[in-house]
């Protein structure tokens, strides 16, 4: 069974510091994987999409890693901003099917 | 160009009761997939279209239909409603596939409420 799982599940951090989020997945046949950022009641944007090949993939101040082997991702992001609070969701696509983990909820405080 | 589009933005309706929701691509977009997010929870794939076929279906019973029309909008279909359909409802279009390295663009959703 394909499966998407994130942790941790919420993370609160202080507006500047940075954090990370992981990401482990079981799916079968491997496409491509993504991050998203969705913000409450809307819909998801895009950050990043790697594929096989790729290790790492910046969007400003969003790093993805991917490591294939291990079939783990993380999401790093610099120096937060209370922008940034929002819920970021793993996605890994295989075939037509795109298998999303349930989210990190980030909040970022003053 | 405008994003892309769905209609209604909230909607309420009965258990029993079948409801039409609507997705407007992104211009040239030929690709339209359906999501269902029930709260606390990622996304759920129902649908893909590409070029008014069907493409891949998620496990969701026959209750929930879908089409794309030739200008590549498209409706999701639900019939009988649970209260467990109560969810967001996100539509995605992409220029092809958006499987490989298509990047996905999503609607704000379709607040749909069964009471």
């Known amino acids: 069974k394909n499966q998407v799982e994130q942790s941790p599940q919420s993370l609160i951090i202080l507006e500047g510091k940075n954090c990370t989020l992981q990401c482990n997945y079981t799916v079968s046949p491997f496409s491509n994987l993504r991050w998203y950022k969705q913000d409450t009641g809307r819909g998801p944007v895009s950050l990043t999409i790697?594929?096989?090949?790729?290790n790492t993939k910046s969007n400003g101040r969003y790093t993805a890693t991917l490591d294939a082997d291990t079939k783990q991702s993380s999401l790093h992001i610099t120096a937060s901003q209370l922008s940034d609070s929002a819920s970021y969701i793993c996605v890994v696509s295989a075939t037509y099917a795109l298998n999303f983990g349930k989210g990190t909820s980030l909040l970022v405080t003053p | 160009d405008a994003g892309v589009t769905q209609s209604p933005t909230h909607l309420i309706k009965t258990r029993g009761q079948q409801v039409t929701l609507r997705c407007s691509p992104i211009s040239g977009h030929k690709s339209v997939s359906w999501y269902q997010q029930v709260l606390g929870q990622g996304p759920q794939f129902i649908f893909q279209y590409y070029e008014k076929e069907e493409r891949g279906r998620g496990n969701f019973p026959d209750r929930f239909s879908a089409r794309q029309f030739p200008n590549y909008s498209s409706e999701l279909n639900v019939n009988a409603l649970l209260l467990g359909d109560s969810a967001l409802y996100l539509c995605?279009?992409?220029?092809?596939?958006?499987?490989?390295?298509?990047?996905?663009?999503f609607g704000s959703g379709t607040q749909l409420s069964v009471l």
């Open positions: 995605a279009s992409s220029l092809q596939t958006g499987t490989i390295n298509e990047k996905l663009f």
């Open positions: 790697m594929t096989f090949s790729e």
